[in-house]
């Protein structure tokens, strides 16, 4: 299938914003025509009659049921915080405009 995608990692690198030397894109185009070389081989595989699973070996299901219990007390929960504010973890903000676009 080895198809060019150099425009494509271009579009993907100016999306996340990463600048990326030449060698890199080629390096980055290739491991991409690679990954959907080697689905297409999988997509052309026979599995006719196989039974789907979603492990190699039968594993049984170790799942266990519910319980309800009472929660942490909120100072407990809280004591190693290194910021509250009431009964809440006070986080740094991740959305003000302290944080300049590149």
């Known amino acids: 299938m080895t198809i060019d995608f150099s425009a494509e990692v271009d579009y993907v690198a100016k999306l ?20 959907l070389d080697t689905a297409q081989k999988i997509q052309e595989l026979d599995t006719e009659g196989i039974e789907p699973t979603s492990h190699v ?17 909120l100072n407990r929960a809280l ?4 910021h509250r504010q009431k009964e809440f973890f006070r986080v740094p903000s991740i959305t003000s405009s302290d944080h300049p676009e590149k």
Do not use: F
């Open 16 to 35: 996340a914003r990463l600048h990326l030397g030449q060698v890199e894109k080629e390096r980055i185009a290739g491991q991409l025509s690679g990954i």
């Open 57 to 73: 070996i039968d594993l049984p299901a170790t799942l266990r049921a519910d319980q309800v219990r009472p929660s942490l007390p």
């Open 79 to 82: 004591q190693n915080a290194p």
